[in-house]
């Protein structure tokens, strides 16, 4: 039934030829023009006034939009949110969250929420999400909107053709205006200069040398306590899925999906190359060189093992990692952490195997109770504009950031925090990816120390981010593909890393097990997979 309501309001918006919502009395519930203390009209004049003259105003009258945005299982829209309310005084529209603080599950949010009555006029989620419920007539086609109402977001979508591919549904619609990375460095590797020093070490450059170097700094007290307590390598992601990822490089084999030279879309933990890799990484463990603990570690393994002065090498994020130099110098007297350009992998190759994604599948849409989708596109594309992107990143200025020498600066109050900048600037209100804009990463380098930035540039100069398997691009699946994905691919996915973990522990018996692995695998559905992912990559490189 709720179906057919979507689809005749789909109807009747191309039948009347405009872009306004039409009928249905529920969209007055949903949106309405703002009232309160002070009359439109002094509002929008202070608006107009704060907004650079009127330059970012999406509306012509104050106007409040309902928004669903409950955004990675904690960050859910409310009024308290500093930096919403400031986009209000710039653009003349304010959100009013709809989700509940109550629930902890976004997903699960997301799907009490599409079986509402009605629909909130501005909605956050995943793309296939929004893109299945977009065809079936919940949200609103934007092509149009997109190209008469939003000039920044058309400018993106314009030089970059896969970003617009991978968002356009199956019916050449597209339904999700979609947070955006910049940058794709994200992860890095960084060792401990202090203990190459007490063992007469170099940077290694290799894996025979980082073998050699962690195999020093397991066996000739690197930390100088007369204990063999030393960890070589360790990795502090919170799932298992990667946990592994650098070792696997070293040794030839990417376990993210990937483009092979020949434009094969490929998963390394389902190829013949991934039995010597994991071979190798089992000697390793068994040598002692990679953390015993590697598979139940929490989150807060670098402070543990930095602080204890146990940790030796390790890949994780590189403004975060590199601040440690600041926050250990009295914990840990002489600790020196520097981070060092991957090794060359056992075929030669230098290469990073991880990459921010440049989407992440989050993002908003607009519904089709929405009777304001002009003004709802238009304060959309507000996040994409200098300004916006400001905002989200840096929050309101005089209160969480200060412009010195042209350039946004943090406040004292931001920098000096326990918290992470990103987790507290999300607290009011920015840098949620389902409040799409697009990522600005000039805020990291608040984190970071001298190394951390050398690190950077060096990364960026060598071009080791996606240099031998690059990432698959995001795809926009067909139905039936994204349905065989879901059913099939997290057990596959699943049964992957119990080998992982069991092979890591004793790969006494791989040479034996691997071929029955792979058959498990391939009667589990992963053939199938692989094609719905190459199907969906040729779709999208035209071919």
């Known amino acids: 039934m709720k179906q057919k309501r979507w689809l005749a309001s789909v109807l009747c918006l191309v039948m009347a030829g405009s872009l306004c919502a039409c009928g249905g009395g529920g969209a007055a519930a949903s949106s309405s023009e703002a009232g309160g203390e002070t009359t439109a009209a002094t509002a929008a004049a202070e608006t107009a006034e704060l907004a650079e003259g009127g330059k970012y105003s999406c509306s012509d009258t104050p106007l409040t939009l309902t928004a669903h945005i409950h955004w990675n299982d904690t ?3 409310n009024d308290s949110m500093i930096i919403p309310k400031e986009a209000a005084r710039f653009t003349n529209i304010t959100l009013k969250g709809v989700a509940s603080e ?5 997903a699960q949010a997301f799907n009490l929420m599409i079986t509402g009555k009605t629909l909130p006029d501005l909605v956050g989620g995943q793309r296939t999400d929004i893109n299945k419920y977009g065809v079936e007539g919940a949200f609103i086609p934007l092509n149009d909107l997109i190209e008469e109402y939003a000039p920044d977001i058309k400018a993106i979508l314009d030089e970059n053709p896969d970003i617009k591919g991978a968002i356009t549904a199956e019916d050449g619609n597209i339904y999700q205006i979609p947070f955006i990375y910049e940058s794709q460095i994200s992860e890095a590797w960084f060792i401990r200069q202090d203990w190459l020093d007490a063992v007469g070490m170099e940077v290694p450059t290799t894996v025979d040398e980082l073998h050699d170097v962690l195999t020093a700094f397991v066996e000739n007290d690197a ?14 992601q919170s799932s298992l899925d990667n946990r592994m990822t650098p070792l696997l490089a070293l040794f ?39 953390d015993p603990e590697i598979f139940t570690r929490d989150s807060n393994v670098r402070e543990m093992l930095f602080s204890e002065n146990n940790g030796g090498v390790t890949h994780d994020w590189v403004a975060s990692t590199s601040g440690y130099n600041k926050s250990m110098a009295e914990t840990v007297p002489g600790f020196h952490l520097v981070g060092m350009l991957p090794p060359a992998d056992i075929n030669g190759d230098q290469w990073e195997a991880s990459s921010r994604d440049r989407l992440t599948g989050s993002g908003w849409a607009i519904s089709v109770d929405n009777e304001h989708p002009e003004e709802s596109m238009k304060y959309m594309n507000f996040w994409f504009t200098e300004a916006g992107r400001r905002l ?14 042209g350039k946004p600066v943090y406040t004292d109050d931001i920098l000096n925090s326990t918290e992470a900048i990103n987790g507290q600037i ?27 930035s050398k690190l950077m540039e060096a990364y960026k100069e060598s071009g080791v981010v996606g240099k031998k398997y690059p990432k698959v691009p ?12 879901v059913s099939k691919y997290p057990a596959c996915r699943s049964y992957m890393l119990e080998q992982l973990q069991k092979w890591t522990f004793d790969g006494t018996n791989i040479d034996s097990e691997f071929d029955g692995y792979m058959q498990t695998l391939s009667d589990m559905g992963m053939d199938e997979i692989v094609q719905a992912y190459q199907n969906a990559y040729d779709r999208l490189i035209g071919k």
């Open 75 to 77: 960050i859910v829209l």
């Open 102 to 106: 109550m629930d902890t599950d976004s």
């Open 223 to 236: 930390n100088g306590n007369g204990v063999k307590d030393e960890i070589g390598f360790f990795m502090r």
């Open 252 to 290: 030839g084999v990417s376990d993210y999906w990937h483009v092979d030279d020949d434009g094969t879309v490929s998963i390394g933990t389902y190829s013949q190359e991934y039995k010597e890799a994991i071979k190798n990484i089992s000697q390793w463990y068994a040598e002692g060189l990679i």
């Open 392 to 405: 989200s990143t840096y929050g309101v200025e005089g209160v969480t950031y200060n412009m010195v020498d």
């Open 426 to 452: 999300m607290k009011m209100g920015g840098m949620i990816e389902d409040i799409a804009y697009l990522h600005d990463d000039s805020y990291e380098s608040f984190a970071m120390d001298e190394e951390g």
């Open 474 to 485: 995001a795809l926009s699946f067909t139905t039936e593909e994204n349905d065989l994905i």
